[in-house]
């Protein structure tokens, strides 16, 4: 948005390092500040910094503007810069998503659960693959049990990702077998592609991926190659849609829903209700796997049903994962 | 001509040791480690190879021809990512998110041609205004890596594209049902196949046609050239505008394999322009040559990823690195690419 | 102005301007068919220039050009070429990594089907290199540059032929052989013109064009000094001519004797570039006050062998002995603290930076030399005064030392090399080839120079492929061949021919018969 | 030889030196380099109004972006100071003749080096400031020292195997950001670390505040850079071994032929620009990140650098201003991607566009010509 003199409220996001327009993570955020747009009479500004070493003085600028009802900030790149900055400027409200800042009232910090996600984007691939689908060409393979993860870069927190969602895949299907592989960036869609197609290749029916935008490689080599995909994080049958017909479902976090609470909180003067540390889990329904959009209804019934025990199960603390949300 | 019979023994020996070392590596990790070969050398393993080394080669081939007349186009990366941005506008132009396989074809000449006209402009500064290669070479890079995610922003909102639309194998019925031979060959990207008739098509005109010893002579001597009465610059031009044209097919052909445009980070093209002037070297300034040079580090690569699916444990990050490494020791055991002279030398026809 | 129809190529009122530069002024010249005519000058009189435009390469300021009595205007080589010029130049335009074959179609290649027709070119190189005795056929699918010298002229006399040239230019064709196939080249040159070919012949030789060409035409200045016939004048004559005064061109007397022992090399071997062996066991001395010629045809190891003694190139075996000292294991470096100057065969590439203006060229080699620098400083300053110095003593012009190397014509460039490394006031002083391509004044001047610097009792290592230089300089002279001392001679007592006989490997009072063969045979070769 | 009185010999020194800085090439460049900047803005102005935004406020932004406040000024100082080091690392090679595209990689492993060193060191000193100089003093060595052998490797690779140092200084920077960011991933990973870094470096070790109170600028951090050159430019001009490299770089035979052992000479350029590249990344770390992270995500100074100092024409001192244009650009963009709409890639399009013009003297000399400038008709 542009420094005219504008709007009754403003809100500002700051991207992760992968950036906006990665149809995932950041992309998630910022749409639950356009929703509240709409609604508001809010200007967003929103700051694409792939850089981590800018992150201090990016949202040090920011907060000296003395505008932002609520600086968001997504991703935990963002929290050693932000314990200086939630300091320096105690007048300012913040939202850091994926941790949060002991101690500090300014700054409401939101923990997604990614392994609970990842866990139920097993727990579907693990139902999924026992099952004959069949859509437009693609089938999956009833008789086998493989399925595939398609990691991004290597890194920690997507490790974390794939050990969940093996687990997840393990508690429903103890014979399952789950193929990774790693393209090594998020946006090398080719990559994404090769690793998805090799998982393919060695027998596995349905993949999930955890490589931000170059996830899109994921599923075009299930569209090639007759097989199925899962998205991540949104419902990526709406956005990337030319290959709804091999998602059959995505595991998907609110984080819109929180930018959105966090927002209408902030300009609403009830910043009580929200500071600091939240979560974005499957107990608060934050967490969740929904269906595609060609595949509403046509999904077989154990599905929703071992999606259901899940999640019970984790209600009752009855799972508890290897990693962390960001980790292991 | 000893010339190029040294330059095939060069990449006969270039192939010869890359099969050997795969094979030594195969059987020490088999026998050792217990790896299951079948699931590592797939069908899908080798396609998988060609498709990668298809963009790369064509951006090789181009490089190689201007660099052998005596420009040296470092802008291929460059190039590369104007290719594809300019492959995705178009197919989104003709088709929006859901393109024919005909959309798909005029998408890829419409980028040759943005190519060309880009590298016009390129090419007339580096031979009538005699720009300093590198530098401006590095500069196309730099303003590929502006303005495609650029005009992506323009166009979608987004450095990414939606997802387009990408083509489909050629399969002959039957004879894709040959164990092996069938589905690389007769079930195979129509990309992949035109890359191969254009690898050799390139390497009998250098080596065998008029235009080819033309080239040639333009970057060993081109004073020579020109004295033998034919146009240097021109040379050049013809040169430079095919390098551009192919680099921009590369970058064409990688968009048309992924389906959509991706332009965060380095972009979908990723430093494949970069690899593609790596294997032209590498490949001693021979189309056949450079291509091998480009499946090797495709096949490297594509291990990379057998490896992950077969569930042999190594740390991706650091196998990734694999291929520059191979390239670090294979320069430094063969030592000298011999330039050719008159390379980065701008040619003044008189005064 | 009319030309009659034995006018194969008429000049007329050629003026050519490069900026302020006027290389040719208002020249007039006439080459008539089935000629051969010479073109004298000293370096930078416009003899190269003069040509270019002929050939296409450079477009006249002003003036015209007739060939076979049609006015022509050459936008290029290929249209000169058209018209029946053909030239072979200075420095040889060949493609090194390419073939023979390869090099002489360029440009006219023969196709078949697109592709080219590698048959039909070898039939027609073998014809032409039949008819005129070359003896390129054999080599067609060589590259270039494992060729040497002679073979690589005859190349280029090829190429122009198979164009279809009628009137040849020859940009100083001789610099580079020996005097065996100097007389080769000009039984093939008596040959063209036999044949109803025209030729001009640049050369810097006035022995040479008085015996080969009908006529002469001398430049100075650019400017066109006068056409003779070459019956009606001599070396003198045409000396005068070109430098506007008379020219000594006696041998000069040594006085006094030479002193001990400077340099001693036994036993050396040494490779080139290839890795074959290019010195083969040669053992020399050099001693005070005394000039120690190398005389040979181009690439008998006479560069491999310098730059063995000047620390520029490793040795397989044997020993240097240097003012006493073992120097066989000493680095470049060393050898220039030592006290040993070089003046190097190829003064734009390895004796100058081109680039840098004349204060820090001559710093060039002197960088760890006292008064230079101190410590790891340089005093630039003092080396501007040194640079000065030079520019003053040595007649460098234009006598500034703020120009760049590059701007300064061959000579001149020259004179500051020679300068610089006299003034290093080494012990050993290694010239090689001090004085090629450049003028006559030049040429001069260098001579007394080396001799004042003998007369100082410097030793001196001499390396010229000019016999008149050698014997005139050199107090003893060997004669190299393939790699080794043919003999070592006293210049004085040797005959011209006795020497070429030396340099293509015969003893000296061996009988042998110096016919038309110019290539390198494997003879005997007498130690 | 005349004897010159003391007066008139100062006084054609005087002259001289006048005569260096006067000289045309080096006002020629000058007129290049601002012309090409010149042009590539006007570009990137057209582009912006074609693309549907205002180009006069896109020019106001740009200059009060890179200008306009004490925040913008040190944040243009900031990357100011990255970009003259590395312009000058880049320099260094490129005047000797070493195409040293790596300096990326070296600026890597420096910056690792450094920050490892320190961490590691830390609980055997003293805390407080005495400590923070130790450390500081630490790092620095030790980036320049792995930064230099980074830089000597393809060096060595160049002078004894023949390896082109263009193709195995790019492998190398693959190589070292694999290598890196597989480490701070894995056993350099800091132990309280949320996202993927090493640990933090102490907060004494940091270099003071003075005049600018950016958290992520110091001007002690753009002293070292402006030190660095003036060294570099010293060594270049006025010592032996600068003189050696220099002339290898324009002409390799005429130097070797000169005494210079070229091989040698190539090692220690490599070195020498990877111990500025290492410089480089050491004071990236401790001015700007205390810590290292992931270095696939960190910015692409070393090959902005070439850019940098292909836009001074290698030379050491106009690497400065040439680093100074480009953090202001850098700068800019910052600017521009929190005050405004227009999409930032733009402006690494421009800096293309700069690096482009700046690559074409003779179109600028034509330019000149022919608006009647330059004074020489050629
Ligand atoms: N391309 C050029 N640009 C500017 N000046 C030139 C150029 N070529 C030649 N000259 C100048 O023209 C003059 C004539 O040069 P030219 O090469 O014709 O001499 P030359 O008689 O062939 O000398 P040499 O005997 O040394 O070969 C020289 O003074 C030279 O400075
Ligand atoms: N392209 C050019 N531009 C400007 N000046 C030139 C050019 N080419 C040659 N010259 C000038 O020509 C002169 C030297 O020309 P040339 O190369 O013919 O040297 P030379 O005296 O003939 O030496 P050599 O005998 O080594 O050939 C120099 O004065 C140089 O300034
Ligand atoms: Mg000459
Ligand atoms: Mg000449």
């Known amino acids: 948005a542009d420094d005219e003199e504008g709007a009754e409220y403003n809100a500002a996001i700051i991207s992760s390092p992968a950036g906006f327009d990665d149809n995932a993570f950041n992309d998630n955020a910022r749409d639950g500040l356009r929703e509240a747009a709409e609604e508001y009479d809010l200007d967003i500004n929103d700051v694409e910094e792939t850089e981590e070493a800018e992150y201090e003085s990016v949202q040090a600028e920011l907060a000296e503007q003395d505008l932002y009802d609520v600086i968001v900030m997504v991703g935990q790149q963002h929290y050693d810069p932000l314990v200086n900055n939630s300091e320096t400027y105690p007048d300012q409200n913040w939202m850091l998503i994926n941790d949060h800042v002991e101690g500090a009232a300014n700054v409401s910090g939101w923990i997604e659960m990614n392994h609970e996600m990842s866990f139920l984007a097993g727990v579907a691939a693990g139902t999924l693959t026992t099952e004959s689908i069949e859509h437009e060409g693609s089938s999956t393979n009833p008789d086998e049990s493989v399925v595939g993860f398609v990691g991004g870069e290597d890194i920690d927190l997507i490790n974390a990702f794939e050990t969940s969602y093996i687990e997840g895949v393990e508690w429903v299907n103890d014979d399952a077998e789950v193929l990774t592989g790693y393209g090594g960036s998020f946006s090398d869609t080719s990559a994404a592609n090769d690793v998805a197609a090799s998982q393919i290749d060695d027998g596995a029916d349905i993949v999930w991926h955890a490589a931000s935008a170059a996830g899109g490689g994921a599923f075009s080599a299930a569209q090639s190659n007759d097989r199925f995909a899962l998205g991540v994080d949104v419902d990526q049958s709406i956005t990337e849609d030319q290959y709804a017909d091999v998602i059959l479902g995505s595991a998907v976090k609110a984080l819109n829903e929180a930018t959105y609470d966090v927002v209408t909180a902030a300009m609403d003067g009830d910043w009580g209700g929200v500071s600091g540390e939240r979560n974005l889990s499957i107990e608060q329904g934050g967490i969740d796997f929904i269906t595609g959009q060609e595949f509403e209804g046509s999904l077989p019934a154990a599905l929703d049903e071992n999606l259901e025990d899940a999640k019970d199960a984790f209600i009752a603390g009855e799972i508890e994962l290897t990693c962390g949300p960001t980790g292991c | 001509m000893s010339d190029d019979g040294l330059l095939q023994q060069r990449w006969v020996r270039l192939g010869a040791s890359a099969a050997v070392v795969l094979v030594v590596l195969g059987a020490v990790g088999s026998m050792m480690f217990g790896w299951d070969l079948e699931r590592l050398l797939t069908v899908g393993f080798v396609n998988r190879s060609l498709q990668m080394a298809t963009p790369i080669t064509l951006a090789a081939i181009g490089g190689l021809y201007a660099e052998k007349s005596g420009v040296f186009n470092i802008g291929l990366e460059g190039f590369m990512i104007i290719g594809a941005i300019s492959t995705a506008g178009v197919l989104f132009a003709l088709g929006g998110t859901t393109p024919s396989q005909g959309d798909i074809w005029i998408a890829m000449v419409a980028a040759v041609l943005v190519s060309l006209v880009l590298t016009a402009i390129f090419a007339v500064l580096l031979i009538d205004y005699q720009a300093d290669q590198i530098v401006a070479g590095l500069a196309v890079w730099f303003i590929g890596l502006g303005f495609a995610p650029f005009v992506a922003s323009l166009v979608w909102g987004s450095r990414n594209s939606p997802g387009l639309a990408s083509i489909d194998n050629v399969t002959v019925p039957g004879l894709s049902e040959i164990p092996w031979i069938g589905p690389v060959v007769f079930d195979q990207s129509p990309l992949v196949l035109l890359t191969l008739v254009l690898v050799i098509a390139s390497w009998v005109f250098l080596y065998r046609t008029r235009y080819g010893y033309w080239v040639q002579a333009a970057g060993e001597n081109p004073k020579a050239l020109d004295t033998a009465g034919v146009n240097v610059t021109r040379v050049r031009y013809a040169t430079v505008l095919f390098s551009g044209a192919m680099a921009g097919f590369g970058g064409a052909v990688l968009l048309a394999h992924a389906g959509n445009f991706v332009g965060t980070g380095d972009t979908m093209v990723n430093g494949r322009g970069w690899i593609a002037i790596v294997a032209y070297l590498f490949g001693n300034y021979n189309p056949l040559g450079a291509a091998a040079a480009a499946v090797l580090f495709g096949g490297l690569d594509m291990l990379q990823v057998q490896f992950q699916t077969a569930g042999i444990d190594v740390p991706s990050r650091l196998v990734n690195l694999f291929p520059y490494v191979i390239v670090i020791v294979v320069l430094s055991v063969w030592g000298k690419t011999r330039m050719p002279s008159a390379v980065g030398e701008s040619y003044d026809q008189e005064e | 102005m009319s030309t009659d129809n034995s006018t194969a190529v008429r000049l007329d009122g050629i003026t050519k301007r490069f ?509 | 030889m005349s004897s010159v009185s003391d007066t008139d010999e100062s006084k054609s020194r005087l002259e001289r030196i006048a005569g260096y800085l006067l000289d045309a090439t080096v006002l020629e460049r000058i007129g290049i380099a601002v012309g090409a900047t010149a042009f590539a803005l006007l570009i990137g102005l057209v582009i912006v109004a074609l693309a549907g935004y205002d180009p006069f406020r896109f020019a106001t932004q740009l200059v009060v972006g890179a200008f306009g406040s004490e925040r913008a000024i040190a944040r243009t100082l900031r990357f100011s100071t990255l970009f003259v080091l590395a312009g000058l690392a880049v320099a260094v090679a490129f005047r000797a003749g070493v195409f040293n595209i790596g300096v990326q990689g070296q600026f890597v492993v420096g910056g690792i080096a450094c920050v490892m060193s320190i961490i590691w060191t830390a609980p055997y000193l003293p805390t407080g400031t005495v400590g923070g100089v130790l450390l500081i003093g630490i790092g620095v060595v030790n980036a320049i020292v792995f930064g230099g052998l980074y830089g000597a490797l393809p060096g060595a690779l160049k002078a004894y195997a023949g390896a082109n140092e263009i193709i195995t200084t790019i492998m190398l920077n693959f190589i070292a950001i694999g290598v890196v960011g597989w480490l701070v991933n894995g056993p350099f990973r800091g132990e309280e670390a949320t996202s993927v870094r090493t640990e933090q470096l102490p907060d004494y070790v940091a270099f003071p505040q003075v005049v600018f109170s950016d958290p992520n600028f110091s001007v002690v951090g753009f002293g070292i850079a402006v030190l660095s050159v003036i060294g570099v430019a010293f060594v270049l001009t006025r010592t032996r071994y600068g003189y050696d490299m220099v002339t290898s770089g324009y002409q390799a035979t005429a130097a070797r032929f000169s005494g210079v052992d070229s091989k040698q000479t190539i090692v220690a350029t490599m070195t020498l620009s990877g111990m500025i590249a290492g410089l480089t990344g050491a004071v990236f770390a401790i001015m700007i990140q205390g810590s290292y992270t992931d270095p696939a995500g960190i910015g692409n100074y070393g090959f902005d650098g070439i850019a940098v100092s292909l836009l001074a024409a290698n030379n050491p001192i106009g690497v400065v201003p040439a680093g100074i244009l480009f953090g202001g650009l850098e700068s800019a963009g910052s600017h521009i991607q929190i005050r405004s709409d227009v999409p930032v890639q733009l402006i690494n399009g421009i800096i293309g566009l700069v690096v482009l013009f700046v690559a074409v003297p003779e179109l600028f000399r034509m330019i000149g010509a022919r608006m009647g400038l330059g004074g020489d008709d050629r």
């Open chain 3, 19 to 527: 900026g302020d530069v006027v290389a040719n002024d208002d020249v007039t010249f006439t080459l008539e068919e089935g000629t051969i005519h010479a073109l004298l000058g000293e370096n930078g009189s416009g003899k190269t220039t003069l040509m270019s435009v002929l050939y296409g390469l450079y477009q006249p300021t002003d003036g015209t050009i007739v060939v076979d009595g049609e006015e022509q205007s050459f936008a290029s080589p290929r249209d000169a070429m058209a018209a029946g010029v053909g030239m072979i130049h200075q420095h040889f335009q060949l493609i090194e990594p390419m073939t023979v074959l390869q090099n002489v179609v360029l440009g006219h290649e023969p196709t078949k089907n697109g592709l080219v027709d590698e048959e039909a070119a070898r039939e027609e190189i073998t014809q032409i290199s039949d008819r005129y005795g070359f003896d390129v056929a054999r080599h067609l699918d060589t590259p270039v540059r494992d060729l040497d010298v002679g073979v690589q002229q005859r190349i280029e006399i090829v190429k122009s032929l198979y164009r279809g040239a009628d009137v040849l230019i020859l940009d100083e064709p001789t610099a580079v052989l020996t005097p065996q196939e100097v007389d080769a080249l000009m039984e093939v040159m008596d040959d063209l013109r036999a044949d109803g070919h025209s030729l001009i012949f640049i050369t810097h030789k006035l022995d040479e064009a008085l015996s080969a060409a009908d006529q002469i035409t001398v430049l100075r200045d650019g400017e066109a000094v006068g056409s003779v016939d070459s019956a009606e004048t001599d070396e003198r004559g045409l000396a005068r001519m070109m430098v506007g005064r008379e020219v000594l061109f006696d041998r000069l007397e040594r006085e006094g004797e030479p002193g001990d022992p400077v340099l001693t090399a036994s036993d050396l071997r040494v490779s080139g570039d290839r890795g074959v062996e290019q010195v083969a066991d040669v053992d020399l001395t050099v001693r005070e006050g005394e000039i120690f010629g190398i005389a040979g045809v181009q690439g008998n190891g006479q560069t491999e062998l310098i730059e063995a003694i000047t620390g520029l190139r490793s040795i397989d075996d044997g020993t240097i002995e240097f003012g006493g000292r073992d120097a066989t294991e000493m680095s470049r470096r060393e050898r220039i603290e030592s006290g040993i100057a070089y003046v190097p065969e190829d003064r734009q590439k390895e004796g100058l930076v081109q680039e840098y203006d004349l204060v820090r060229n001559a710093l060039l080699g002197n960088q760890t030399i006292e008064p230079f620098v101190d410590g790891a400083l340089v005093d630039w300053p003092f080396v501007a005064d040194h640079a000065e110095s030079i520019v003053e003593e040595y007649d460098v012009q234009p006598p500034t030392t703020t120009s760049e190397a590059s701007s300064l014509s061959g000579g001149n460039q020259q004179k500051f090399i020679v300068g610089r490394e006299i003034e290093r006031d080494p012990d050993l002083m290694v010239a090689s080839h001090p004085t090629r391509g450049v003028d006559i004044g030049a040429i001069e001047f260098i001579h007394n120079r080396l001799i004042e610097l003998r007369d100082r009792g410097v030793a001196t290592l001499l390396v010229s492929s000019k016999l008149e230089e050698v014997r005139k300089l050199a107090d003893r002279v060997a004669v190299m061949y393939e790699g080794e001392f043919v003999d070592i001679v006293d210049p004085g007592g040797v005959t011209e021919e006795e020497f070429g006989l030396l340099m293509t490997g015969h003893g000296v009072d061996e009988e042998v018969d110096p016919g038309p063969d110019l290539g390198i045979e494997d003879e005997e070769v007498t130690e």
